[in-house]
């Protein structure tokens, strides 16, 4: 009577052990729930990176478009010849702000 009472007892106990330790893993393993939120976050913010990396482009593009010949804005040229050359007219006051 008593043998089958460790038995299952026993088998309870390797069970549960067995349930704890997928379970720990599940949550805490290389590839848990821990690590999918983590990888997700990462994702979130290099998803966010893109974003505005694709809108300095596209300003960039914008401002190139305006240098070409069959486009060209002449205060554009202008504004960027003074900039790079660093002259100015005696009656011009230079405002510069961070683009």
């Not at 660093?86 to 009656?91: A, L, S, W």
């Amino acid at each position: 009577m008593r043998r089958p009472l460790i038995r299952n007892a026993l088998r309870s106990l390797l069970f549960t052990g067995a349930l704890a330790y997928l379970g720990f893993h599940a949550v805490q393993g290389e590839h848990g729930l821990y690590a999918l939120l983590v990888q997700q976050h990462r994702k979130d913010v290099l998803t966010q990176e893109l974003s505005k990396a694709k809108a300095e482009r596209e300003k960039l593009e914008h401002r190139v478009s305006l240098l070409r010949p069959e486009t060209l804005d002449r205060d554009l040229l202008d504004e960027q010849s003074r900039r790079y050359l660093g002259v100015i007219g005696k009656d011009e006051i230079v405002i510069t702000t961070d683009e």
